[in-house]
Structures are given as structure tokens and as C-alpha cells.
Nanobody, 122 residues
Framework: VQLQASGGGLVQAGGSLRLSCAASENTFSGSTMGWFRQAPGKEREFVARISWSSVSTYYADSVKGRFTISRDNVKKTVFLQMNSLKPEDTAVYYC????????????????WGQGTQVTVSS
């Protein structure tokens, strides 16, 4: 398994969760890492991405100011801290790796984790 996401769960609106995604060396090293999500009946959408150096991050407007993406290159892990969660954040969250810098397009991500369910109750 090249990407393994974890940390999802059930939380009340306004609560927080921290997702983690552990990666293999060849998948993680030098890669842009991203988080995407897919809600039932909806298309997959971009959430956040971070460059290899962590200098560059980018967020979807819907999560800006509430979510924070970070990475630990020693532990080969990327994180998504989610605060002030809303019911509309309910989805399966996927981590992904890309060799393309600064991309928000799922088609540019070659490696995908299995997904972790996040459910936010109102």
C-alpha cells in the first residue's frame, strides 16, 4: 500500500478532526501531496495541497480558514487538520500524490489512498 489514510470519524458540527496519510518513500519523496473528498452523489473535489518543501499550500474556498494541510517529510506523512467542521464537509476524504507542482486537478495525481470517512452531524 503506497498511501494509507486514517483519522476519519463522526463529529458534531463545530468540532475538529485530524486526518493522516502515511506514504511509501517512492510515493512521498519529492511529491506534491493533496487531499480530495467525495460526498455521496457528488463528484470528487479538491480540498487542499502542499508542496514538497511545505512552502506552498493551497485550499479550496470552501475550506479556507478552517482546514490546514501540513506534512512531515521524515515520517512521510501528510496531515489535514479540520476545524469548525460543517455538515457539508461530510465525505470520504482521499490523500493523493502528484509529481506535478501546484496542481489541484485529480487527474494529475498518480497515487491515491483508500479514503477515510468523515461524517459531521448537525
Amino acid at each position: 500500500v503506497q498511501l494509507q489514510a486514517s483519522g476519519g470519524g463522526l463529529v458534531q458540527a463545530g468540532g475538529s478532526l485530524r486526518l493522516s496519510c502515511a506514504a511509501s518513500e517512492n510515493t512521498f519523496s519529492g511529491s506534491t501531496m493533496g487531499w480530495f473528498r467525495q460526498a455521496p452523489g457528488k463528484e470528487r473535489e479538491f480540498v487542499a495541497r502542499i508542496s514538497w518543501s511545505s512552502v506552498s499550500t493551497y485550499y479550496a474556498d470552501s475550506v479556507k480558514g478552517r482546514f490546514t494541510i501540513s506534512r512531515d517529510n521524515v515520517k512521510k506523512t501528510v496531515f489535514l487538520q479540520m476545524n469548525s467542521l460543517k455538515p457539508e464537509d461530510t465525505a470520504v476524504y482521499y490523500c493523493a500524490a502528484s509529481r506535478e507542482p501546484r496542481t489541484v486537478f485529480g487527474s494529475d495525481y498518480a497515487y491515491w489512498g483508500q479514503g477515510t470517512q468523515v461524517t459531521v452531524s448537525s
